[in-house]
Nanobody
Framework: QVQLVESGGGLVQAGGSLRLSCAAS????????MGWFRQAPGKEREFVAA????????YYVDSVKGRFTISRDNAKNTVYLQMNSLKPEDTAVYYC??????????????????WGQGTQVTVSS
Protein backbone atom coordinates (compact mmCIF):
# COMPACT_ATOMS: atom_id res chain seq x y z
CA GLN A 1 0.00 0.00 0.00
CA VAL A 2 1.21 3.50 -0.85
CA GLN A 3 -0.13 6.65 0.77
CA LEU A 4 0.04 9.85 -1.25
CA VAL A 5 -0.44 13.36 0.07
CA GLU A 6 -0.53 16.37 -2.25
CA SER A 7 0.28 19.92 -1.22
CA GLY A 8 1.08 23.27 -2.79
CA GLY A 9 -2.26 24.17 -4.29
CA GLY A 10 -3.82 27.58 -3.90
CA LEU A 11 -5.13 30.70 -5.60
CA VAL A 12 -2.94 32.39 -8.21
CA GLN A 13 -3.45 34.98 -10.91
CA ALA A 14 -3.24 34.07 -14.56
CA GLY A 15 0.38 34.00 -15.67
CA GLY A 16 1.59 33.00 -12.24
CA SER A 17 3.24 29.82 -11.01
CA LEU A 18 2.68 27.11 -8.44
CA ARG A 19 4.61 24.01 -7.50
CA LEU A 20 2.65 20.99 -6.36
CA SER A 21 4.26 18.30 -4.27
CA CYS A 22 3.14 14.75 -3.63
CA ALA A 23 4.74 12.94 -0.72
CA ALA A 24 4.62 9.15 -0.71
CA SER A 25 4.88 6.74 2.18
CA UNK A 26 4.34 3.07 2.85
CA UNK A 27 6.36 1.39 0.13
CA UNK A 28 9.58 2.04 -1.77
CA UNK A 29 8.82 5.13 -3.80
CA UNK A 30 11.27 4.27 -6.57
CA UNK A 31 9.21 1.15 -7.35
CA UNK A 32 6.50 3.30 -8.86
CA UNK A 33 5.92 5.44 -11.89
CA MET A 34 4.00 8.58 -10.95
CA GLY A 35 1.37 10.71 -12.59
CA TRP A 36 -0.59 13.90 -12.10
CA PHE A 37 -4.24 14.20 -13.06
CA ARG A 38 -6.76 16.99 -12.61
CA GLN A 39 -10.52 17.36 -12.44
CA ALA A 40 -12.36 20.59 -13.04
CA PRO A 41 -15.94 21.09 -11.82
CA GLY A 42 -18.40 19.25 -14.01
CA LYS A 43 -15.66 17.58 -16.04
CA GLU A 44 -14.02 14.19 -16.24
CA ARG A 45 -10.68 13.66 -14.56
CA GLU A 46 -7.92 14.17 -17.11
CA PHE A 47 -4.28 13.21 -17.37
CA VAL A 48 -1.72 15.97 -16.95
CA ALA A 49 1.78 14.48 -16.72
CA ALA A 50 3.66 11.28 -15.88
CA UNK A 51 7.18 10.20 -15.04
CA UNK A 52 8.90 6.83 -14.84
CA UNK A 53 10.58 5.58 -11.69
CA UNK A 54 14.03 6.76 -12.79
CA UNK A 55 12.80 10.01 -14.36
CA UNK A 56 14.21 8.80 -17.67
CA UNK A 57 10.90 9.46 -19.40
CA UNK A 58 8.18 12.06 -18.95
CA TYR A 59 4.95 12.70 -20.80
CA TYR A 60 2.50 15.60 -20.87
CA VAL A 61 -0.92 16.35 -22.17
CA ASP A 62 -0.67 18.82 -25.05
CA SER A 63 -2.42 21.61 -23.17
CA VAL A 64 0.37 21.88 -20.57
CA LYS A 65 3.46 21.18 -22.68
CA GLY A 66 6.03 23.92 -22.30
CA ARG A 67 4.32 25.25 -19.16
CA PHE A 68 4.33 22.35 -16.68
CA THR A 69 7.24 20.18 -15.60
CA ILE A 70 7.00 16.90 -13.69
CA SER A 71 9.99 15.76 -11.66
CA ARG A 72 10.74 13.48 -8.75
CA ASP A 73 13.20 13.07 -5.91
CA ASN A 74 13.37 9.41 -4.93
CA ALA A 75 15.50 10.22 -1.88
CA LYS A 76 12.66 12.41 -0.59
CA ASN A 77 9.83 10.14 -1.78
CA THR A 78 8.29 13.09 -3.54
CA VAL A 79 7.03 13.93 -7.01
CA TYR A 80 6.56 17.52 -8.11
CA LEU A 81 4.56 19.41 -10.70
CA GLN A 82 5.96 22.83 -11.50
CA MET A 83 3.24 24.87 -13.15
CA ASN A 84 4.16 28.11 -14.94
CA SER A 85 2.17 30.53 -17.08
CA LEU A 86 -1.02 29.34 -15.44
CA LYS A 87 -4.33 29.93 -17.17
CA PRO A 88 -7.87 30.03 -15.78
CA GLU A 89 -8.56 26.76 -17.60
CA ASP A 90 -5.94 25.10 -15.39
CA THR A 91 -8.31 25.51 -12.44
CA ALA A 92 -9.03 22.07 -11.02
CA VAL A 93 -8.37 19.66 -8.20
CA TYR A 94 -4.98 18.09 -8.90
CA TYR A 95 -4.29 14.48 -7.93
CA CYS A 96 -1.11 12.49 -7.89
CA UNK A 97 -1.15 8.78 -8.55
CA UNK A 98 1.28 5.87 -8.34
CA UNK A 99 1.64 3.02 -10.80
CA UNK A 100 3.33 -0.32 -10.03
CA UNK A 101 4.55 -0.77 -13.61
CA UNK A 102 7.36 1.65 -12.91
CA UNK A 103 9.09 1.74 -16.28
CA UNK A 104 6.05 2.59 -18.34
CA UNK A 105 4.36 5.91 -18.90
CA UNK A 106 0.59 5.75 -18.50
CA UNK A 107 -2.05 8.37 -19.27
CA UNK A 108 -5.20 6.50 -18.29
CA UNK A 109 -6.36 6.78 -14.71
CA UNK A 110 -7.32 3.09 -14.61
CA UNK A 111 -3.62 2.24 -15.06
CA UNK A 112 -2.73 3.74 -11.69
CA UNK A 113 -2.94 1.84 -8.44
CA UNK A 114 -2.88 4.47 -5.70
CA TRP A 115 -4.24 8.00 -5.45
CA GLY A 116 -3.88 11.03 -3.24
CA GLN A 117 -6.76 13.09 -1.92
CA GLY A 118 -6.14 16.05 -4.22
CA THR A 119 -5.20 19.70 -3.88
CA GLN A 120 -7.18 22.63 -5.27
CA VAL A 121 -5.60 24.95 -7.81
CA THR A 122 -7.55 28.08 -8.72
CA VAL A 123 -6.31 30.47 -11.39
CA SER A 124 -8.04 33.85 -11.55
CA SER A 125 -8.24 35.91 -14.72
Amino acid sequence: QVQLVESGGGLVQAGGSLRLSCAASGRTFSNYAMGWFRQAPGKEREFVAAITWSASSTYYVDSVKGRFTISRDNAKNTVYLQMNSLKPEDTAVYYCAARRLKSNIAAMDREYDYWGQGTQVTVSS
